[in-house]
């Protein structure tokens, strides 16, 4: 096994350990805390699919995080609480958009993808926010949970962090094999020379399609995650601002490699979190810290090459 | 400039005074978590809240019911999730013993019942979302601001008693938009020439502007916050349509804007509970004290209820002599509305809104060469309750 | 019939505006081959240096001149501490990279004048109306914006077509490695190019500073939209950014003004009443989309 996977492995472990530790120093919050970092960790690892190793650069994946959440809110709006059912329809649903949103954006390829897949998303975005019914951007509270009749109580703070970092490590356990699988192979070729590709036969569109749907369901879940996390939703998450999120975190970790996606979203919201909050440091960062992060950012393009992940050097995946 | 200069003298001349202050006694200290906007243009929302916030602690001395207090401040971002974590931080880190501030709606929406359900004060000091008025109304939820479609009612009422007819309707479309809207029709019952929904966020108004212009009503009524209203302000003065067209608006015209739009202002009319010019004496102490410490700046609505906030926690914590445990004793005293507020006198409903009045602003030319200021001209509701407060099932 | 002509007036405008953002733009990404987020932040630049001088001196023409001269400096140094390594990089980088730098320009901007909105104005000379046919009245500062649109165009044109810079432009957006073979100094050129697209995007923002609110993040709230015109009109040609800036002003000004009504006579005045406004905000990505379905590369793109 190579460095970068032990490291992994090692963070993953970490990050077990977070609820007791968290009891015992008695700091609920950051069980929360590391839980939304996890939870937009799989996001984004879904996206680095597509982004790192496909080369779509997509600016419309927060659509499948609002897709997804709605899925679980409107259901649980309509007395539909099943866990089973919502998190089945955040997934399917997810997936059927990204077909019928990928159909026609993977034709097309540099720029222009990047700027239909926005277009996409902007529209579901302003689709959102004047849909009355579902709280329009004021947004709805999520009625109950996702129940689970028995098995998890999404309720109970620990064993929901659990449930994550279970489905975090299937995600990553998921996109591994499918990486190093035949169809990754193709997605790997065609992003690195796509005539290349298409000169051995392969037409690249079947299987980057493919790509962007598996990309799509997996946020969908996400999306589900993340409302039963803030028991709150709203459309604002659509927002073609959350994508750049989303994307900053699978750059920031290092594209094209299993871990960057979770390192850069730690990294960025852990990040977002100490230069907000931490009492140590004096104001003139703490109320500017957009600043000092942009800063960091640009540092970070500049000198850090293959992203925080790349820094740990090991096979080049 | 100068004035963030001052403020940030000010607030590490504070912050240098709380330390120098040493540490607190054997006495529990009194932590309350303020969300609200920091960051990004809407941060000079929060800006002033955050000054208002800190006024009240100086004149309460640091001690806000008689314990030395600590206030921490949250960034929400505008964002709902943000909020909530900002939140969660608050509880569970800091275990504030009550939670003040926000902004917004739908932060509001999805913070209250965090903060509730975990069995600490809410006192919301400006979104007022008909659902916590209404059926999501809870025992730990006081607002010192309003209901959101309070303020419009009260708009509909002044046209519809002075008999003005063929308004035209603009907001943006989104949830408040449609409120606004909403509620202005509540009362309003004459005839609407036409309602308008523009995109949320759009800078260029001219396109719309000339439709008005085309139906050519009497009256026209809009809601546009924050930078939309700025610009709406500037195109509608712009295109000569201020003395064409009497401008009437809820929420768009404030002491934050008036500096950015000067005397493309005047002769706005805007219906609000508050006013800097409202004299009674906890105001004329506010406004008066606000602007000494400000750089001669005026207080805004979010301000003076962010002071409420303080003053009722301090009314509260007072009434129970610091024994923060007895919520139900700080309900009953919040309950009594007995402080003194910078709006007057007024009483809580049952849903822990306030009972109020509301008067018809006008924006008129300042002192000698300054900006614009608001006036209150005129009463246009006594005693005015919200209309969700028959589906909340508390009962008192 | 006078509204319809008022309102394509107003569609021009608003179609100028955005060209004067979308032909820097669309030449930094079709010459350098650079995504550059950061555009609106020097939009923003621009806007509040104009304000700022026009406060300082009193002069309106003296602030359109330093302004200009700012947003250019502002764009060179950046380009040159900044941006300069990412030519070779992947989009992605540039992405982040520029969106680094939009949080920095804003919180700066943040800093040195506050975050509250800005009073910016129209100086007197430029105020008032103007009577273009009988009954036709329309804001003289607006027409001026439009005039100057139009004679940016021109004089770009006239730069890419007839000059040798434009020459230069032609060719490093058709073959750049060629061009450094034949001894031209790429760097340099490149520095010149972004420069100007600067100084348009600072000639944009100071046009807007008096219309629409300078505030931190006025930027964003365009930049969307320029996006949708580069790629509307095709990336690397300033004839596809007219003409996509154009298309793109008018349909969402018409759209705006027309679709509510139009929709009124099929469905019920409620309905019309939330799908206009829904469907009007979202016109302009649909639009887009629909471009890119017939013609991936845009309407006007740049020979290659």
Same mark, same amino acid.
């Given at each position: @096994?190579?460095?970068?996977?032990?490291?992994?492995?090692?963070?993953?472990?970490?990050?077990?350990?977070?609820?007791?530790?968290?009891?015992?120093?008695?700091?609920?919050?950051?069980?929360? +805390?590391?839980?939304?970092?996890?939870?937009?960790?799989?996001?984004?690892?879904?996206?680095?699919?597509?982004?790192?190793?496909?080369?779509?650069?997509?600016?419309?994946?927060?659509?499948?995080? &609002?897709?997804?959440?709605?899925?679980?809110?409107?259901?649980?709006?309509?007395?539909?609480?099943?866990?089973?059912?919502?998190?089945?329809?955040?997934?399917?649903?997810?997936?059927?958009?990204?077909?019928?949103?990928?159909?026609?954006?993977?034709?097309?390829?540099?720029?222009?993808?990047? @700027?239909?897949?926005?277009?996409?998303?902007? @529209?579901?975005?302003?689709?959102?926010?004047?849909?009355?019914?579902?709280?329009?951007?004021?947004?709805?509270?999520?009625?109950?949970?996702?129940?689970?009749?028995?098995?998890?109580?999404?309720?109970?703070?620990?064993?929901?962090?659990? +449930?994550?970092?279970?489905? *975090?490590?299937?995600?990553?356990?998921?996109?591994?094999?499918?990486?190093?699988?035949?169809?990754?192979?193709?997605?790997?070729?065609?992003?690195?020379?796509?005539?290349?590709?298409?000169?051995?036969?392969?037409?690249?569109?079947?299987?980057?399609?493919?790509?962007?749907?598996?990309?799509?369901?997996?946020?969908?879940?996400?999306?589900?995650?993340?409302?039963?996390?803030?028991?709150?939703?709203?459309?604002?998450?659509?927002?073609?601002?959350?994508?750049?999120?989303?994307?900053?975190?699978?750059?920031?970790?290092?594209?094209?490699?299993?871990?960057?996606?979770?390192?850069?979203?730690?990294?960025?919201?852990?990040?977002?979190?100490?230069?907000?909050?931490?009492?140590?440091?004096?104001?003139?960062?703490?109320?500017?810290?957009?600043?000092?992060?942009?800063?960091?950012?640009?540092?970070?393009? *500049?000198?850090?090459?293959?992203?925080?992940?790349?820094?740990?050097?090991?096979?080049?995946? | 400039?100068?004035?963030?200069?001052? #403020?940030?003298?000010?607030?590490?001349?504070?912050?240098?005074?709380?330390?120098?202050?040493?540490?607190?006694?054997?006495?529990?200290? /009194?932590?309350?978590?303020?969300?609200?906007?920091?960051?990004?243009?809407?941060?000079?929302?929060?800006?002033?809240?955050?000054?208002?916030?800190?006024?009240?602690?100086?004149?309460?001395?640091?001690?806000?019911?008689?314990?030395?207090?600590?206030? =921490?401040?949250?960034?929400?971002?505008?964002?709902?999730? #943000?909020?909530?974590?900002?939140?969660?931080?608050?509880?569970?880190?800091?275990?504030?013993?009550?939670?003040? !501030? $926000? =902004?917004?709606?739908?932060? @509001?929406?999805?913070?209250?019942?965090?903060?509730?359900?975990?069995?600490?004060?809410?006192?919301?000091?400006?979104?007022?979302?008909?659902?916590?008025?209404?059926?999501?109304?809870?025992? *730990?939820?006081?607002?010192?601001?309003?209901?959101?479609?309070?303020?419009?009612?009260?708009?509909?009422?002044?046209?519809?008693?002075?008999?003005?007819?063929?308004?035209?309707?603009?907001?943006?479309?989104?949830?408040?938009?449609?409120?606004?809207?909403?509620?202005?029709?509540?009362?309003?019952?004459?005839?609407?020439?036409?309602?308008?929904?523009?995109?949320?966020?759009?800078?260029?108004?001219?396109?719309?502007?000339?439709?008005?212009?085309?139906?050519?009503?009497?009256?026209?009524?809009?809601?546009?916050?924050?930078?939309? &209203?700025?610009?709406?302000?500037?195109?509608?003065?712009?295109?000569?349509?201020?003395?064409?067209?009497?401008?009437?608006?809820?929420?768009?015209?404030?002491?934050?804007?008036?500096?950015?739009?000067?005397?493309?202002?005047?002769?706005?009319?805007?219906?609000?509970?508050?006013?800097?010019? %409202?004299?009674?004496?906890?105001?004329?102490?506010?406004?008066?004290?606000?602007?000494?410490?400000?750089? &001669?700046?005026?207080?805004?609505?979010?301000?003076?209820?962010?002071?409420?906030?303080?003053?009722?926690?301090?009314?509260?914590?007072?009434?129970?002599?610091?024994?923060?445990?007895?919520?139900?004793?700080?309900?009953?005293?919040?309950?009594?509305?007995?402080?003194?507020?910078?709006?007057?006198?007024?009483?809580?409903?049952?849903?822990?809104?306030?009972?109020?009045?509301?008067?018809? +602003?006008?924006?008129?030319?300042?002192?000698?060469?300054?900006?614009?200021?608001?006036?209150?001209?005129?009463?246009?509701?006594?005693?005015?309750?919200?209309?969700?407060?028959?589906?909340?099932?508390?009962?008192? | 019939?006078?509204?319809?002509?008022?309102?394509?007036?107003?569609?021009?405008? /608003?179609?100028?505006? +955005?060209? %004067?953002?979308?032909?820097?733009?669309?030449?930094?990404?079709?010459?350098?081959?650079?995504?550059?987020?950061?555009?609106?932040?020097?939009?923003?630049?621009?806007?509040?240096?104009?304000?700022?001088?026009?406060?300082?001196? !009193?002069?309106?023409?003296?602030?359109?001149?330093?302004?200009?001269?700012?947003?250019?400096?502002?764009?060179?140094?950046?380009?040159?501490?900044?941006?300069?390594?990412?030519?070779?990089?992947?989009?992605?980088?540039?992405?982040?990279?520029?969106? &680094?730098?939009?949080?920095?320009?804003?919180?700066?901007?943040? =800093?040195?004048?506050?975050?509250?909105?800005?009073?910016?104005?129209?100086?007197?000379? %430029?105020?008032?109306?103007?009577?273009?046919?009988?009954?036709?009245?329309?804001?003289?500062?607006?027409?001026?914006?439009?005039? $100057?649109?139009?004679?940016?165009?021109?004089?770009?044109?006239?730069?890419?077509?007839?000059?040798? %810079?434009?020459?230069?432009?032609?060719?490093?957006?058709?073959?750049?490695?060629?061009?450094?073979?034949?001894?031209?100094?790429?760097?340099?050129?490149?520095?010149?190019?972004?420069?100007?697209?600067?100084?348009?995007?600072?000639?944009?923002?100071?046009?807007?500073?008096?219309?629409?609110?300078?505030?931190?993040?006025?930027?964003?709230?365009?930049?969307?939209?320029?996006?949708?015109? =580069?790629?509307? !009109?095709?990336?690397?040609?300033?004839?596809?950014?007219?003409?996509?800036?154009?298309?793109?002003?008018?349909?969402?000004?018409?759209?705006?003004?027309?679709?509510?009504?139009?929709?009124?006579?099929?469905?019920?005045?409620?309905?019309?009443?939330?799908?206009?406004?829904?469907?009007?905000?979202? /016109?302009?990505?649909?639009?887009?989309?629909?471009?890119?379905?017939?013609?991936?590369?845009?309407?006007?793109?740049?020979?290659?």
């Amino acid at each position: @096994m190579n460095r970068r996977t032990v490291l992994l492995i090692a963070v993953l472990g970490l990050l077990a350990l977070v609820p007791p530790l968290a009891a015992a120093f008695n700091q609920p919050f950051y069980l929360d +805390l590391l839980r939304r970092i996890m939870i937009f960790a799989i996001a984004a690892s879904s996206l680095n699919l597509i982004l790192g190793y496909g080369g779509m650069v997509s600016f419309g994946h927060a659509a499948y995080l &609002g897709v997804g959440a709605y899925a679980v809110g409107v259901l649980a709006h309509h007395g539909i609480h099943s866990g089973w059912l919502q998190w089945a329809l955040a997934i399917g649903g997810s997936a059927l958009v990204a077909l019928a949103i990928g159909a026609v954006s993977v034709r097309t390829s540099g720029i222009y993808f990047i @700027m239909i897949t926005l277009a996409f998303t902007q @529209m579901l975005y302003y689709f959102g926010v004047s849909f009355q019914e579902y709280g329009a951007d004021d947004g709805m509270r999520l009625a109950k949970r996702s129940q689970f009749a028995g098995l998890i109580d999404l309720g109970d703070a620990t064993s929901f962090y659990y +449930l994550v970092l279970a489905l *975090l490590a299937l995600t990553l356990y998921l996109l591994h094999r499918l990486v190093n699988s035949r169809f990754g192979l193709v997605i790997q070729a065609a992003r690195s020379n796509e005539a290349r590709t298409r000169a051995i036969g392969l037409s690249p569109y079947p299987y980057r399609l493919a790509a962007f749907v598996i990309a799509g369901a997996i946020c969908g879940l996400a999306g589900a995650l993340w409302v039963n996390h803030t028991a709150y939703l709203s459309p604002e998450i659509m927002n073609w601002t959350r994508s750049g999120e989303l994307m900053f975190m699978v750059i920031l970790g290092g594209i094209a490699t299993l871990s960057g996606p979770l390192y850069g979203t730690l990294a960025l919201l852990l990040l977002e979190d100490v230069l907000q909050g931490w009492s140590a440091l004096p104001k003139w960062v703490t109320e500017h810290w957009q600043l000092y992060l942009g800063v960091i950012l640009v540092l970070v393009v *500049l000198y850090a090459r293959r992203g925080l992940a790349g820094l740990v050097g090991g096979r080049h995946e | 400039m100068r004035t963030i200069v001052h #403020v940030a003298a000010v607030s590490a001349a504070l912050a240098l005074g709380a330390a120098a202050a040493g540490p607190a006694a054997a006495q529990q200290k /009194l932590k309350i978590g303020f969300i609200t906007t920091l960051s990004g243009p809407q941060g000079v929302i929060g800006a002033d809240m955050r000054n208002s916030v800190e006024l009240a602690l100086d004149h309460l001395g640091r001690r806000v019911g008689g314990l030395d207090t600590e206030v =921490i401040y949250g960034d929400d971002q505008v964002k709902p999730d #943000v909020g909530t974590q900002v939140a969660d931080e608050m509880l569970k880190k800091h275990q504030v013993h009550f939670v003040s !501030g $926000i =902004i917004w709606s739908n932060v @509001m929406l999805a913070v209250a019942p965090r903060v509730t359900g975990a069995g600490t004060f809410m006192i919301g000091t400006n979104a007022g979302p008909n659902q916590l008025a209404g059926e999501q109304c809870h025992e *730990l939820f006081f607002t010192t601001s309003w209901q959101n479609d309070q303020t419009p009612e009260a708009m509909g009422k002044y046209m519809q008693d002075a008999g003005l007819n063929d308004v035209y309707l603009m907001a943006p479309n989104y949830a408040a938009g449609k409120d606004m809207i909403t509620g202005f029709k509540r009362y309003f019952k004459g005839r609407v020439v036409d309602e308008v929904y523009t995109r949320l966020g759009q800078t260029d108004y001219q396109a719309e502007l000339s439709q008005l212009r085309a139906k050519n009503p009497k009256v026209v009524f809009v809601f546009y916050p924050g930078g939309m &209203g700025i610009s709406f302000l500037r195109q509608y003065s712009e295109a000569g349509l201020r003395g064409q067209f009497p401008l009437y608006s809820v929420y768009t015209v404030d002491e934050l804007s008036i500096p950015a739009v000067k005397h493309a202002a005047l002769g706005q009319l805007e219906t609000r509970y508050w006013s800097p010019d %409202l004299k009674n004496a906890a105001n004329q102490k506010f406004v008066g004290d606000y602007q000494k410490k400000n750089g &001669g700046k005026l207080p805004s609505f979010y301000g003076a209820q962010s002071y409420d906030g303080m003053m009722l926690i301090d009314a509260a914590v007072k009434a129970v002599k610091g024994n923060l445990a007895d919520k139900k004793g700080m309900i009953a005293e919040m309950r009594k509305a007995n402080f003194n507020s910078t709006r007057g006198k007024f009483v809580y409903n049952t849903n822990h809104f306030p009972i109020q009045n509301f008067y018809l +602003l006008k924006a008129v030319a300042g002192p000698a060469g300054k900006d614009p200021v608001m006036e209150i001209q005129k009463a246009v509701f006594t005693n005015h309750k919200d209309s969700y407060a028959k589906d909340c099932k508390m009962k008192w | 019939m006078i509204l319809f002509a008022e309102q394509t007036l107003n569609g021009l405008q /608003l179609g100028v505006m +955005l060209f %004067l953002m979308a032909a820097g733009l669309t030449l930094v990404f079709g010459i350098m081959n650079m995504v550059n987020l950061a555009h609106g932040a020097l939009y923003m630049v621009g806007a509040y240096l104009a304000t700022f001088f026009f406060q300082e001196t !009193g002069s309106y023409l003296l602030a359109v001149v330093l302004a200009l001269a700012g947003t250019l400096a502002v764009g060179v140094v950046t380009e040159v501490v900044a941006l300069r390594t990412l030519y070779e990089r992947d989009h992605l980088d540039q992405v982040l990279a520029t969106f &680094g730098l939009i949080l920095f320009f804003n919180e700066l901007i943040a =800093i040195l004048w506050g975050r509250a909105a800005i009073y910016s104005s129209v100086p007197a000379w %430029l105020s008032g109306h103007l009577e273009l046919v009988a009954g036709l009245r329309y804001p003289l500062y607006r027409f001026v914006i439009i005039l $100057i649109g139009l004679g940016v165009a021109v004089g770009l044109w006239y730069v890419v077509a007839r000059t040798r %810079l434009g020459m230069l432009i032609r060719a490093g957006a058709s073959n750049r490695t060629m061009v450094a073979a034949l001894g031209v100094n790429i760097r340099l050129l490149y520095t010149v190019v972004f420069g100007c697209g600067a100084a348009l995007a600072g000639l944009a923002g100071l046009l807007a500073g008096p219309i629409y609110a300078v505030q931190p993040g006025m930027g964003e709230l365009v930049l969307i939209q320029v996006f949708v015109v =580069i790629v509307i !009109g095709g990336i690397g040609s300033i004839r596809g950014a007219l003409a996509g800036a154009l298309i793109v002003g008018m349909v969402d000004t018409l759209g705006r003004a027309f679709l509510k009504p139009m929709l009124a006579t099929v469905l019920s005045p409620t309905a019309a009443d939330s799908a206009g406004p829904a469907i009007a905000s979202m /016109l302009i990505y649909l639009l887009m989309a629909v471009v890119l379905a017939f013609r991936p590369e845009g309407l006007f793109p740049a020979s290659r």
